[in-house]
């Protein structure tokens, strides 16, 4: 059964930058746009560019992503034709262990992919929002004739401590690597996405994996490695958007630009669309005294309040003379009346009690309303911050 | 229920649906933002437990077939059971659904099923048929009839007339007595009798030959106490179309412990412009709007412009309304397009009804 090319998806990561967002389910499985997941933007990629087969590696909170994935038919995977294969830690006759880092992730599935005796394999993150048909970069790795080739997308100066940064010389090739710099030279950033010769990467993996003082990750200790011994290391440029939303802010800002429009979820240049498990919701309904301006709303809502500039998961309810503005609402929740909101972030299921008033100014982060939360807050009395 | 299988008979549905049928059978009329009216037929036999379908699909199925598929978004996609299309063919005998069940009579034999539950597609409700099935087979009946006290008449419905017991003592077309709903229990001996003495009569429909034979039978009604919709014409499904935008009845179809299933599509969200104004309307996903929209239903992947006006109307999938133009009382079908110049204006009564791809093949050839 031989392939040209492995896809192994990283799905394992916890987001704890993402506070409560992460608390009980693993990062890509954190609902984004008012339908999906973040893991639906790369799944939907692997299948559209046709990258089979993929194995997604689960770790953290792994049954979140299992349920969502199913079968993973949403997408037009098939678990029968081997397409799609979900790769939690397992025990074998050395016992078992818990995946140490994102290198490691794939040393202990060595076996997965030589199955496929393939010539390269793609490593994807399942944390980033974004469009990619992955044969491209794939026909910049075999026309460059490269070891290895990094993805990498210009971010704004500021934001460059998040990112693995790279420096290039004019014919594509990196040369040098900083991880998380406090002070850039370059804004170029590894958006995690990465082309390896399989037989290559196979060598430095069981290298790295004898190497009791590495961290087994890709950022960290590969690719640095590679570098220093002279492999043939190259940078693909990607045009278009590219968002990780690692923090709070970044998850709320990348739903203010889908608002704007800078990230549609049918991408009309290369024709991608973005796929999800439906969940049978009834219509959505607008009632006597709703008002709805600049904002996305899914299956299964009713509304009868004010909602400007947000995005609503299915079933949400609002009811009457409440005002949400810049917010975005997961799956199943309840406004009551008079509510004010702005820049709040409610999960699921959450309650919000009428008269309740929130409103996060401009400079502080984007607050995330939980059960837990208004419990504690009616405890001490009111709700009007 | 493995003891019953499913027949949706769409030979038996009415048709006064003038363009809403051009092209497609009743069934699969486009109803509620979201549903085919066949969803509601086919979520009811799931309701009940019913894994064994079989729907006679009659005359115009390509859209229904198109919608349907293998069953797989209403999990009918299994190795045993699940649904059966049974396509019409040029020898069937028009308008006989007794040569219907006759010539795929191996489908309904082979069911070990020893009770049939028939239904056709108009009678509009979100429930579970158990408690009637529970009826039927405990009371040992041969036919238990799906019966409502409603008072509204409707031309050319079947009455059921019954004792307080409930056996039925006549069945008839006039109105004296209950109405029946379309939804009825056979045994599956029953049905082979009946079909066999329809052959010595000149009956081509099922009901014919029960109206003059139930009385050699256990026959029972069953009366049906929740709210429904039944419609047989556009102006009756325009009507029944706005009943939904009360909040109440809205609830009470889409119960939140009955989920209905419908085809699965792959809309993104609905999204709202910055100026939208929506008020006292049914939306499905994939719309884009940005015009006025009011007391309305809109369905799926509808645009709607700036500057566009939406009233007292249902505008099926994949419409687009330009900038400037003018919508009241009309149901505007699939794929039209309404440029900004156009005034559509009907009557509450008998609203305009826009028909398939209207615009669309003008522009293109």
Same mark, same amino acid.
């Given at each position: 059964?031989?392939?040209?090319?492995?896809?192994?998806?990283?799905?394992?990561?916890?987001?704890?930058?993402?506070?409560?967002?992460?608390?009980?389910?693993?990062?890509?499985?954190?609902?984004?746009?008012?339908?999906?997941?973040?893991?639906?933007?790369?799944?939907?990629?692997?299948?559209?560019?046709?990258?089979?087969?993929?194995?997604?590696?689960?770790?953290?909170?792994?049954?979140?992503?299992?349920?969502?994935?199913?079968?993973?038919?949403?997408?037009?995977?098939?678990?029968?034709?081997?397409?799609?294969?979900?790769?939690?830690?397992?025990?074998?006759?050395?016992?078992?262990?818990?995946?140490?880092?994102?290198?490691?992730?794939?040393?202990?599935?060595?076996?997965?992919?030589?199955?496929?005796?393939?010539?390269?394999?793609?490593?994807?993150?399942?944390?980033?929002?974004?469009?990619?048909?992955?044969?491209?970069?794939?026909?910049?790795?075999?026309?460059?004739?490269?070891?290895?080739?990094?993805?990498?997308?210009?971010?704004?100066?500021?934001?460059?401590?998040?990112?693995?940064?790279?420096?290039?010389?004019?014919?594509?090739?990196?040369?040098?690597?900083?991880?998380?710099?406090?002070?850039?030279?370059?804004?170029?950033?590894?958006?995690?996405?990465?082309?390896?010769?399989?037989?290559?990467?196979?060598?430095?993996?069981?290298?790295?994996?004898?190497?009791?003082?590495?961290?087994?990750?890709?950022?960290?200790?590969?690719?640095?490695?590679?570098?220093?011994?002279?492999?043939?290391?190259?940078?693909?440029?990607?045009?278009?958007?590219?968002?990780?939303?690692?923090?709070?802010?970044?998850?709320?800002?990348?739903?203010?630009?889908?608002?704007?429009?800078?990230?549609?979820?049918?991408?009309?240049?290369?024709?991608?669309?973005?796929?999800?498990?439906?969940?049978?919701?009834?219509?959505?309904?607008?009632?006597?005294?709703?008002?709805?301006?600049?904002?996305?709303?899914?299956?299964?809502?009713?509304?009868?309040?004010?909602?400007?500039?947000?995005?609503?998961?299915?079933?949400?309810?609002?009811?009457?003379?409440?005002?949400?503005?810049?917010?975005?609402?997961?799956?199943?929740?309840?406004?009551?009346?008079?509510?004010?909101?702005?820049?709040?972030?409610?999960? *699921?299921?959450?309650?919000?009690?009428?008269?309740?008033?929130?409103?996060?100014?401009?400079? *502080?982060?984007?607050?995330?309303?939980?059960?837990?939360?208004?419990?504690?807050?009616?405890?001490?009395?009111?709700?009007?911050? | 229920?493995?003891? &019953?299988?499913?027949?949706? #008979?769409?030979?038996?549905?009415?048709?006064?649906?003038?363009?809403?049928?051009?092209?497609?059978?009743?069934?699969?009329?486009?109803?509620?933002?979201?549903?085919?009216?066949?969803?509601?037929?086919?979520?009811?036999?799931?309701?009940?437990?019913?894994?064994?379908?079989?729907?006679?699909?009659?005359?115009? @199925?390509?859209?229904?077939?198109?919608?349907?598929?293998?069953?797989?978004?209403?999990?009918?996609?299994?190795?045993?059971?699940?649904?059966?299309?049974?396509?019409?063919?040029?020898?069937?005998?028009?308008?006989?659904?007794?040569?219907?069940?006759?010539?795929?009579?191996?489908?309904?034999?082979?069911?070990?099923?020893?009770?049939?539950?028939?239904?056709?597609?108009?009678?509009?409700?979100?429930?579970?048929?158990? @408690?009637?099935?529970?009826?039927?087979?405990? #009371?040992?009946?041969?036919?238990?009839?799906?019966?409502?006290?409603?008072?509204?008449?409707?031309?050319?419905?079947? +009455?059921?007339? @019954?004792?307080?017991?409930?056996?039925? /003592?006549?069945?008839?077309?006039?109105?004296?007595?209950?109405?029946?709903?379309?939804?009825?229990?056979?045994?599956?001996?029953?049905?082979?009798?009946?079909?066999?003495?329809?052959? %010595?009569?000149?009956? /081509?429909? %099922?009901?014919?030959?029960?109206?003059?034979?139930?009385?050699?039978?256990?026959?029972?009604?069953?009366?049906?106490?929740?709210?429904?919709?039944?419609?047989?014409? +556009?102006?009756?499904?325009?009507?029944?179309?706005? %009943?939904?935008?009360?909040?109440?009845?809205?609830? #009470?179809?889409?119960?939140?412990?009955?989920?209905?299933?419908?085809?699965?599509?792959?809309?993104?969200?609905?999204?709202?412009?910055?100026?939208?104004? &929506?008020?006292?309307?049914?939306?499905?996903?994939?719309?884009?709007?940005?015009?006025?929209?009011?007391?309305?239903?809109?369905?799926?992947?509808?645009?709607?412009?700036?500057?566009?006006?939406?009233?007292?109307?249902?505008?099926?999938?994949?419409?687009?309304?330009?900038?400037?133009?003018?919508?009241?009382?009309?149901?505007?079908?699939?794929?039209?397009?309404?440029?900004? /110049?156009?005034?559509?204006?009907?009557?509450?009564?008998?609203?305009?009804?826009?028909?398939?791809?209207?615009?669309?093949?003008?522009?293109?050839?």
């Amino acid at each position: 059964m031989k392939k040209e090319c492995v896809t192994m998806l990283l799905a394992g990561g916890v987001g704890k930058r993402l506070g409560k967002l992460t608390s009980n389910i693993a990062k890509p499985a954190v609902p984004f746009g008012g339908k999906y997941r973040i893991i639906d933007f790369a799944l939907s990629n692997c299948m559209q560019s046709n990258m089979t087969p993929v194995g997604v590696v689960t770790q953290y909170q792994a049954h979140t992503i299992h349920q969502h994935i199913g079968s993973g038919n949403a997408w037009g995977f098939d678990h029968s034709k081997n397409k799609l294969t979900l790769l939690s830690p397992f025990t074998n006759v050395n016992g078992g262990e818990w995946y140490e880092g994102t290198a490691d992730a794939i040393t202990k599935n060595i076996d997965y992919i030589d199955q496929f005796q393939p010539e390269y394999v793609l490593i994807l993150s399942g944390d980033h929002i974004y469009h990619m048909d992955y044969n491209k970069l794939i026909a910049h790795h075999k026309n460059m004739q490269a070891d290895v080739t990094i993805s990498a997308i210009h971010v704004p100066w500021e934001d460059t401590r998040r990112f693995g940064i790279i420096h290039r010389n004019t014919q594509f090739e990196i040369t040098e690597f900083e991880e998380k710099p406090m002070h850039a030279k370059s804004n170029l950033a590894s958006m995690g996405i990465y082309v390896f010769n399989w037989d290559i990467l196979k060598e430095y993996l069981n290298k790295d994996n004898e190497n009791i003082n590495s961290n087994h990750d890709f950022g960290k200790d590969i690719l640095p490695k590679m570098l220093q011994q002279n492999k043939k290391l190259y940078v693909f440029p990607f045009q278009g958007y590219w968002k990780d939303v690692g923090t709070i802010e970044s998850y709320w800002e990348a739903h203010m630009e889908l608002l704007d429009g800078e990230f549609t979820e049918f991408n009309q240049d290369s024709h991608l669309f973005t796929y999800t498990q439906n969940l049978d919701f009834p219509p959505h309904q607008i009632m006597e005294g709703g008002h709805v301006t600049k904002s996305i709303v899914n299956d299964g809502c009713t509304i009868a309040g004010i909602i400007q500039n947000s995005v609503l998961f299915e079933n949400v309810h609002v009811n009457k003379y409440s005002t949400i503005s810049q917010s975005v609402i997961h799956q199943g929740a309840t406004i009551g009346r008079y509510v004010d909101l702005e820049r709040v972030i409610i999960q *699921e299921n959450v309650i919000i009690p009428d008269y309740t008033s929130i409103k996060v100014p401009v400079t *502080e982060e984007p607050l995330i309303l939980t059960n837990e939360y208004i419990l504690a807050e009616q405890k001490v009395g009111g709700l009007n911050i | 229920m493995s003891k &019953v299988m499913g027949i949706i #008979n769409l030979m038996t549905d009415r048709d006064d649906f003038s363009s809403l049928t051009n092209d497609r059978c009743v069934a699969a009329i486009p109803f509620a933002s979201n549903y085919r009216f066949i969803d509601f037929t086919l979520n009811n036999f799931i309701h009940s437990e019913i894994n064994e379908i079989a729907i006679f699909t009659h005359t115009k @199925s390509r859209s229904l077939l198109n919608y349907l598929g293998s069953g797989l978004d209403w999990g009918l996609n299994t190795y045993k059971k699940g649904l059966y299309i049974l396509p019409s063919s040029p020898d069937i005998i028009q308008q006989s659904d007794i040569d219907y069940f006759i010539k795929n009579w191996d489908c309904i034999e082979k069911s070990n099923a020893e009770h049939l539950l028939i239904s056709g597609s108009t009678f509009i409700t979100n429930t579970s048929y158990q @408690s009637m099935m529970e009826q039927h087979i405990s #009371n040992n009946n041969d036919m238990t009839f799906l019966v409502t006290n409603d008072t509204q008449k409707r031309s050319n419905s079947i +009455s059921v007339m @019954s004792d307080v017991n409930g056996k039925v /003592k006549e069945i008839s077309y006039h109105h004296n007595g209950a109405l029946f709903t379309g939804v009825y229990m056979i045994k599956k001996e029953c049905l082979i009798q009946l079909i066999k003495k329809a052959k %010595l009569t000149s009956c /081509k429909q %099922l009901i014919d030959v029960i109206i003059t034979e139930f009385k050699q039978y256990n026959t029972e009604s069953y009366v049906y106490v929740d709210e429904y919709y039944y419609m047989d014409s +556009s102006t009756q499904y325009y009507h029944c179309s706005m %009943l939904l935008l009360n909040r109440n009845n809205y609830q #009470n179809l889409m119960k939140k412990n009955e989920i209905i299933k419908s085809k699965e599509s792959h809309y993104s969200p609905t999204k709202y412009g910055k100026n939208a104004t &929506v008020c006292n309307s049914l939306l499905g996903s994939g719309c884009q709007l940005d015009g006025s929209i009011d007391h309305s239903i809109l369905f799926q992947g509808i645009t709607i412009e700036k500057g566009a006006t939406i009233k007292n109307s249902i505008i099926f999938d994949h419409c687009l309304i330009k900038s400037g133009a003018y919508i009241e009382n009309a149901i505007v079908d699939k794929h039209s397009f309404i440029s900004s /110049k156009e005034t559509i204006i009907g009557s509450i009564k008998s609203p305009i009804l826009i028909a398939k791809q209207t615009n669309k093949l003008s522009s293109v050839m």
